[in-house]
């Protein structure tokens, strides 16, 4: 670990007097102001202060951006930093060849502009899942300064990354976050004792609030590589804790009202309940604000303003044809139906805007505020055994949340995941066991009316399906999920600012993607229907219906769930089925094909190999549920 002559001038320096050492003193154009030259430094290939370097050429050639890695463990804050110091001027990317998503941004500090990158929160340079290796491969590629930011309440754990960081020799600045939760907790940490142990700038901020991020920005044209240089893990470990006893202080404090909550929200028996009634809670909300927009802004909208430009658009193409049907679908009684006109600008657009969006805006903002409170952790920790039975871990509770809203934005969220096998577990059991709200509302309206006993059964039998398949896919498939490493941060006050910021960022997120694989599907499936491949389809699967115990008119509204499964549950009502036939028919309609949309953004996300398996297993898994409830029902009924 020893740096010749200048870790041993250093090392003497905190001995003799270590509240008179001053990192300033590295600024001398002599060298370090330490007393020996860069010749004689083994640091001088990478310092910012060797005389032989011009530092321009390297880091800023007149012309070029800087560069500004942002970097720390997950839950640290990272994210509202970030948007402290960018604001709206960032954009949402995927690393090249990855799934995991970074935010890139610019922040402009004294005249000259910045690029800034967060780069996904990672424990250590050593990966352990695929966020980490991007993180470690997005440090490999170079930055000009690596601003690392630490939780105050947790500094000896996020050293190990900030020691990792700094031994590659770049221009850095230390950032200790959530320092007022640290002093709450009896924390205490020394800035100057920190600096002249890490060789670089200190800075404290509470992002939520905007405290020291003046200070962080001042710090920057301060940043400088450290004197640490590569060790091995005993050997970095025993420094955190020569580093932590040196420069932190902890005193005694009495638990309070959220440490006992925090307490309360981990318990295996508390922990659940309290966890149903967030869910529940979350859930009732969500319904509730959706339903709100949708009553109050997106219909109003459509049926006002849009729908009277279809309908002159129509008139103009004669009301028919095969560009008018493409367009503006075929019309209902001489009218036009938003759910079921099937044209890219009527069905297309509301189905994405009217009927998915709103909730998108609900469940979006529901999940970043439990996210900004500190809870999403905690549930994910809850459900982390039971997830980790069919091949998954904690966080896949949030994709299999969002997937009971839409099964669109569930799916993408399965991105959060750390696997291939794992992303496509959870997505292949998303689309065949996850209800979406739509097909939820049309289960209680179509079989609610005949007894809630029928719909208990309907939930029962899709809860029972996605454990067993998930069972049996974390069996066949190889590979092996990894464990879940995840830091539990305390609850906190959420910054509206950042809430705001981040729901911006999904949401718009959502429709750039999400709206272009809606309308190619409504367009496919408006191309289908028009081709009379359906009926065609239809006959030739008449006497899988009878395994079923289905009269053969169910199989054209099963295949229509293709389109929309709602709408398909509504076309099962006339066929005059009993309550046993309608519960075959809703799970096997809810289990196979998912609707368009989410069929579209399943083959961008898993590939059409993996898609050809998840339809395999979509088709099986419904034709044996159904054959079994089938049996099952006949034997009650003799």
Request: hydrophobic share 45%; charged share 15%; net charge negative.
């Amino acid at each position: 670990m020893s740096c010749h002559g200048l870790f041993d001038i250093l090392k003497k320096r905190k001995t003799d007097d270590r509240n008179n050492v001053n990192l300033d003193d590295f600024e001398s154009n002599t060298g370090c102001g330490m007393g020996i030259h860069c010749s004689e430094c083994p640091l001088s290939f990478r310092c910012s202060h060797n005389g032989n370097k011009d530092v321009s050429k390297t880091t800023n050639s007149g012309q070029k951006i800087k560069k500004i890695l942002l970097m720390g463990n997950p839950n640290v804050g990272k994210s509202a930093i970030f948007s402290r110091l960018t604001g709206l001027h960032a954009i949402s990317s995927n690393y090249p060849g990855t799934t995991v998503g970074f935010l890139e941004g610019s922040v402009s500090i004294d005249g000259e502009t910045y690029k800034l990158i967060d780069v996904p929160g990672a424990y250590t340079l050593d990966p352990t899942n695929e966020a980490e290796e991007v993180a470690r491969r997005t440090l490999d590629e170079g930055g000009d300064i690596v601003v690392i930011v630490a939780d105050a309440t947790a500094l000896e754990r996020n050293l190990y990354l900030a020691l990792q960081v700094l031994e590659k020799g770049y221009p850095s600045v230390l950032v200790l976050n959530m320092v007022d939760e640290a002093r709450h907790k009896g924390i205490h940490i020394d800035l100057q004792t920190l600096e002249i142990e890490l060789g670089i700038p200190v800075v404290s901020t509470v992002a939520v609030t905007g405290e020291g991020i003046s200070a962080l920005k001042a710090a920057l044209a301060k940043a400088r590589p450290s004197f640490i240089l590569p060790m091995g893990k005993d050997e970095r470990w025993r420094l955190i804790g020569d580093i932590v006893m040196r420069s932190q202080q902890v005193t005694h404090r009495h638990h309070t009202f959220r440490d006992r909550l925090e307490d309360i929200s981990v318990h295996p028996v508390s922990g659940l309940i309290l966890s149903l009634l967030v869910i529940g809670l979350s859930f009732y909300t969500i319904r509730t604000i959706g339903e709100g927009l949708i009553d109050y802004v997106f219909d109003p909208l459509f049926d006002r303003f849009w729908g009277p430009l279809l309908a002159s658009l129509s008139n103009l193409l004669g009301g028919s044809g095969f560009l008018h049907d493409i367009l503006i679908g075929h019309l209902i009684d001489g009218n036009l139906d938003w759910e079921q006109s099937f044209g890219i600008l009527s069905t297309g657009l509301y189905v994405e805007f009217a009927m998915v969006f709103p909730y998108i805006i609900s469940f979006y903002l529901i999940l970043s505020l439990l996210e900004d409170i500190g809870y999403l952790p905690r549930l994910a920790v809850l459900f982390d055994a039971l997830l980790h039975r069919i091949g998954l871990h904690g966080f896949a509770i949030v994709p299999t949340l969002l997937g009971l809203g839409c099964n669109v934005p569930g799916i993408l969220a399965t991105r959060v995941l750390e696997s291939e096998r794992e992303r496509f577990i959870a997505a292949t059991l998303i689309s065949v066991a996850v209800p979406c709200a739509g097909l939820q509302a049309m289960i209680f309206g179509a079989i609610g009316s005949l007894g809630m006993r029928y719909v208990v059964v309907i939930y029962a039998s899709l809860f029972l399906v996605w454990l067993i398949l998930g069972y049996v896919l974390n069996k066949i498939l190889s590979g092996q999920s990894p464990e879940l490493i995840v830091e539990i941060p305390p609850y906190r006050l959420p910054s509206f600012r950042d809430l705001g910021l981040k729901l911006w960022f999904r949401i718009s997120g959502f429709l750039l993607e999400a709206t272009p694989l809606v309308l190619i599907g409504i367009l496919i499936a408006n191309l289908v229907y028009s081709s009379g491949i359906l009926p065609w389809i239809s006959n030739f699967l008449k006497p899988t219906v009878y395994l079923l115990g289905l009269p053969p008119e169910a199989i054209g509204a099963i295949l229509l769930g293709f389109l929309r499964k709602d709408v398909a549950v509504g076309l099962l009502l006339p066929l005059g089925l009993t309550p046993q036939q309608l519960i075959v028919a809703i799970v096997v309609l809810s289990m196979t094909f998912p609707c368009i949309a989410t069929f579209v953004v399943l083959f961008k996300e898993l590939g059409a190999k993996r898609l050809l398996q998840s339809i395999i297993i979509m088709i099986s898994i419904a034709m044996l549920a159904g054959i079994a409830l089938n049996s099952l029902f006949s034997l009650m009924i003799t």
